[in-house]
């Protein structure tokens, strides 16, 4: 069975399930499944309004080189445009300050990858994962394409967010890399407190 609260409601409710569970017998299944959704409320209802980052930097695995990024005006839907090259792959670096949650599962493209490794502590939660562009067929002159991206975290939470790309063949390096070199992707997220919901997306820097 899924848990969704309201992180208004959860204190109220936990203590309120405490006190009875202080002063009842229940069998032990009982008491323990009761006593770990109050645990996961109380912890939800605490993360509410809460303020992190997510930072993601992409480079290429054959040599480090880094993304590049153009400034496409008002002609699509995105004013910026990163340029990725097609058959290729990439390291993915995913940077949360501070860690908030647990990282349980990314999809780039639709795709879900594995996570590489990952080192988590009370300042910052680093993951690493490879992304392979493999099968992308280059885009049409004058088009763009939205790359979604989801990260979803152990508490049940999640970010929801795309980047406008445009795909190049691998033999036209004049081209994806020409521009300004994409160091990171900041997001500025701000918690919901509720399981199963998206995470707010204040602000998206590409620095």
């Known amino acids: 069975a899924a848990f969704i609260f309201s992180s208004s409601a959860s204190f109220s409710w936990a203590f309120f399930e405490f006190?009875?569970?202080?002063?009842r017998a229940l069998p032990g299944n009982v008491r323990s499944i009761r006593i770990q959704i109050i645990v996961f409320s109380l912890r939800m209802a605490a993360r509410e309004g809460e303020f992190f980052r997510v930072n993601l930097v992409v480079r290429s695995v054959k040599d480090d080189s880094p993304l590049f990024i153009k400034n496409d005006g008002e002609r699509f839907k995105d004013n910026r445009t990163v340029k990725i090259c097609s058959d290729h792959s990439y390291k993915v670096t995913i940077t949360i300050k501070p860690s908030f949650s647990k990282v349980a599962r990314v999809a780039w493209g639709g795709v879900d990858l594995p996570l590489d490794s990952s080192k988590v502590d009370e300042g910052c939660g680093t993951y690493e994962l490879k992304w392979s562009t493999n099968g992308i067929e280059p885009s049409k002159s004058s088009t763009r394409s939205q790359l979604p991206i989801t990260i979803n975290f152990e508490s049940g939470e999640q970010v929801l967010f795309s980047v406008q790309c445009k795909y190049?063949?691998?033999?036209?390096?004049?081209?994806?890399?020409?521009?300004?070199?994409l160091k990171g992707i900041e997001l500025e997220c701000k918690a919901t407190g509720i399981a199963g919901d998206s995470?707010?997306?204040?602000?998206?820097t590409f620095r």
């Open 19 to 23: 006190g009875r569970l202080s002063q």
């Open 168 to 181: 190049y063949k691998p033999t036209d390096q004049t081209h994806y890399r020409w521009g300004d070199q």
């Open 199 to 204: 995470i707010n997306v204040m602000k998206t």
